[in-house]
């Protein structure tokens, strides 16, 4: 798959992970893992970047007596969860349109 385009799907599917209540990372990973998996380097790299183009906020706070990063989504977030099921009926078209024509190729 091209980069690009996991690199993207991969954000969505983050902020998706957290747009009903914030979040932390091993929760993060165990809630997409029936879908998708991700390793940890990954998802840090990820919420990194949604975090410089404000799609979330971070706040950290002690638990069992270490801190904890906790992840919230912002309406920017919001916003390219919405983009992105804009776009999804493009991505449709386009694989349909790929696969009609790879059946013809067969």
């Known amino acids: 798959m091209d980069i690009q385009l996991k690199r993207g799907l991969l954000d969505v599917c983050v902020l998706a992970a ?3 209540g914030e979040s932390y990372g091993y929760q993060i990973i165990k809630d997409m893992k029936p879908y998708i998996e991700l390793s940890e380097s990954t998802l840090y ?3 990194k970047r949604l975090e410089t183009a404000e799609m979330l906020t971070v706040r950290t706070a002690e638990h069992n007596g270490r801190l904890r990063k906790y992840y919230s989504i912002t309406n920017a977030g919001k916003e390219r969860i919405e983009e992105f099921n ?3 009926q493009e991505i449709i078209a386009i694989y349909n349109f790929v ?3 790879s059946d013809k190729i067969d």
């Open 18 to 20: 957290i747009k009903n």
């Open 45 to 47: 790299t990820i919420l």
């Open 86 to 88: 804009r776009d999804w």
């Open 99 to 101: 696969h009609r024509e």
